[in-house]
Structure formats: C-alpha cells, structure tokens
C-alpha cells in the first residue's frame, strides 16, 4: 500500500497550504489516518489524525487552532489544512493509514506511510 501526499512547498510565515493524501489502489475507509513530520535532526512527529468517519480528529498540541484534518472516503483523500505558518512548521510532512479506526497520535499504530512531502516556512 503505497500513500501519495502532497501539496508542500514555499510559503511566508502567517501563510496557509494545503496537504492531500490519497491511496489510488486501495480505500482506506475504515483506517485512521494521520499527518506527521520530520524537520532536520529530528525525530518523526504526530501532527493530527482523524477516525474512519471522519467525525474524530485529534492533533498537536503545536498546530492546535491553525491545522485541520478532514476526510472524504468518497475521493480515498485526506486533507490537511495549514494556516498560520510558522517557521518552526519546516518539515517533511508523511501521512499514514493506521491499522486501527480510531484516530491516534501513536506512531507504532501506523503500517502504511507515503513518500512525504517538503513544507518550508520562510521568516
């Protein structure tokens, strides 16, 4: 199960982007899905996920009030919309189906991940 998410690039802080993740081979409506991302050195973080319905979400701490996460099972596409960038948001952005329904930040609940997709926040 390969994921493709996309939609990064360059954007001033304060600006808004927004990422998509679609399975073209396989449905995922009835996985979790979530966002997470990696900057530099560091370790892969949860940004937000949301349940098989679409009707559970839970994020960041970081990114609470300025991303959303959505889903329409009809499309097989998740989005997540970023607003308010940050520099401190510069990552590679992953989504990931989950092997569980239910909307969760753990990382070891994720078995399929995307390729990523590079978002860079200019100061």
């Known amino acids: 199960v390969q994921l493709q998410a996309s939609g990064g690039g360059l954007v001033q802080a304060g600006g808004s982007l927004m990422l998509s993740c679609k399975n073209p081979?396989?449905?995922?409506?009835?996985?979790?899905v979530g966002w997470f991302r990696q900057a530099p050195g560091k370790d892969r973080q949860f940004v937000a996920a949301?349940?098989?319905?679409?009707?559970?979400?839970i994020y960041a701490d970081s990114v609470k009030g300025r991303y959303t996460i959505s889903r329409d099972n009809a499309k097989n596409t998740v989005l997540l919309q970023m607003s308010t960038l940050k520099p401190e948001d510069t990552a590679v952005y992953y989504c990931?189906?989950?092997?569980?329904?239910?909307?969760?930040?753990?990382?070891?609940?994720?078995?399929?991940w995307g390729q990523g997709t590079q978002v860079t926040v200019s100061s």
């Open positions: 949301v349940g098989w319905r679409g009707d559970s979400t």
């Open positions: 081979r396989r449905t995922f409506s009835n996985n979790a």
């Open positions: 990931a189906a989950a092997r569980t329904p239910q909307a969760t930040s753990r990382k070891e609940l994720y078995q399929y």
